[in-house]
């Protein structure tokens, strides 16, 4: 009778246990970063009995060996590199769309367009005051144009440091939270409730992680993480309870510069997925645009302001600079205040005389400012339209990979159902085990 006392008592204890186990996972069925547990149960054997029956493995009840996460490390893996590919393109996409609003917002092409427009206006009527202010106008706008799209660019490069900054801040946040948890993992009883969380933990880590930089990560026998930084070959970021340090800096040429600090040594970062991968390219495509920009402005400016002094303005006198540049190429403002100092003739000629204006026109032909400005916002418009595309491709490969992952890990409130039933009875059957045997034992001491 105590066999079956001990083995109910067993069946109480392990059922009670796979109860708990199957309510902890419904109740926690929509909790971000969750991984579906079960409770692994085996039978209690013991060698004994009398000599006729020596080496006769007699039952003696379950036990729980453990507490089991239903995790897949190689679908995991596959939800980070998704998420890093896509992070990456998103990123550089929030970039690319700023640049296009800062090329296209200001109508630098149009303004463009006028100007040069307005100058053969004053062609057909040189002596004639009205195209003359309709064009100093026109140049104005020109000019307030190529300040405001450099302004712009300027703006979106700012934001771009304050993005990257916070990016390598975040991601020093999380190896610091990451060493801790492998800290834990590292003092934690193998196969427990709370082994269980702290594998949660580190892996919702690691996925916050891939948001921001790929990583290759490598767990040791006790479930600790080795995080490195930029792929397998990559710099180790976190190595048991020890994370590294990001840092973040702006090159001369535009582009950004990332490093990791960690044991006193300092190694380069190229990162190929995450925001800061996505930042690398938005800082690239920025200086790119600025650069042009700045190309069109300083060729205009000096294309301008020659044809000018090569004219004779309404005055007959040699004609000034119509435009002068400020600290940086864009930073354009018109000089020339007096419609009358339109140069439009050529030396000798008179105030009906045009003869310089086809300069204009010629300058206009060479340099192609229309031209570079249109195809620098179409470029762009192109980039951003595959960018886009590969987006889609890409969201729906990682969603994929999380489906995938869920799959294995994820909680089905079906299937945690029928578990609850099932242990529930035979939590309820061990009782009863345990309330025979008492019956039996009860019949056996009330024999007269």
Do not use: C
Not at 3 to 13: F, K, N, P, Q, Y
Not at 193 to 203: K, M, N, T, V
Not at 284 to 312: E, K, L, M
Not at 321 to 340: E, S
């Amino acid at each position: 009778m105590s066999d079956m006392l001990g083995i109910g008592a067993s069946g109480v204890r392990a059922y009670q246990s796979a109860l708990t186990t199957v309510s902890e996972n419904i109740a926690n069925a929509a909790t971000p970063g969750y991984t579906r547990r079960s409770t692994s149960l085996n039978e209690i054997t013991i060698a004994g009995g009398s000599i006729t029956t020596r080496g006769i493995n007699d039952g003696a009840g379950v036990l729980v060996s453990g507490i089991n996460r239903a995790a897949d490390m190689f679908r995991a893996a596959d939800v980070r590199s998704s998420s890093a590919d896509l992070s990456r393109t998103e990123t550089g996409i929030a970039w690319l769309d700023r640049i296009e609003s800062a090329l296209t917002g200001n109508q630098l092409g149009d303004r463009l367009t006028s100007f040069f427009n307005s100058a053969k206006a004053v062609a057909g009527d040189p002596s004639a005051t009205t195209p003359r202010t309709a064009m100093l106008e026109s140049a104005t706008s020109a000019a307030t144009a190529f300040a405001a799209t450099g302004k712009a660019l300027d703006s979106i490069s700012a934001d771009l440091d304050a993005t990257a900054e916070g990016a390598a801040q975040n991601l020093d946040q999380l190896g610091a939270a990451l060493a801790k948890v492998n800290d834990g993992i590292g003092r934690a009883t193998p196969g427990t409730a709370g082994a269980a969380q702290l594998a949660d933990q580190r892996d919702q880590l690691l996925e916050q992680m891939s948001a921001l930089s790929d990583v290759s990560v490598a767990l040791d026998p006790a479930g600790r993480a080795t995080v490195r930084l930029g792929g397998s070959a990559g710099p180790v970021f976190v190595a048991g309870n020890q994370a590294g340090h990001v840092s973040y800096a702006r090159n001369d040429d535009g582009t950004v510069a990332f490093a990791l600090h960690r044991d006193g040594t300092t190694v380069p970062l190229s990162p190929q997925g995450g925001v800061m991968a996505g930042v690398a390219d938005g800082a690239q495509r920025i200086a790119d645009a600025r650069n042009q920009v700045n190309a069109i402005a300083s060729q205009f400016v000096a294309g301008v302001n020659t044809v000018q002094s090569q004219g004779r303005d309404l005055d007959g006198t040699a004609g000034t600079a119509m435009f002068a540049v400020g600290t940086t190429p864009t930073d354009i403002t018109v000089t020339l205040t007096d419609p009358r100092g339109i140069a439009a003739a050529a030396p000798g000629g008179g105030p009906r005389n045009n003869a310089n204006l086809t300069n204009l026109d010629a300058l206009r032909t060479s340099g192609g400012f229309e031209a570079k400005t249109s195809a620098l916002v179409a470029g762009n418009a192109a980039t951003l339209a595959g960018r886009r595309t590969v987006a889609e491709a890409q969201s729906s490969i990682r969603d994929g990979a999380l489906a995938a992952r869920d799959a294995v890990s994820g909680v089905s409130i079906d299937s945690e159902a029928v578990d609850l039933m099932r242990f529930q009875q035979a939590y309820q059957a061990s009782a009863r085990v345990i309330q025979v045997a008492r019956e039996t034992l009860q019949s056996i001491l009330s024999i007269q």
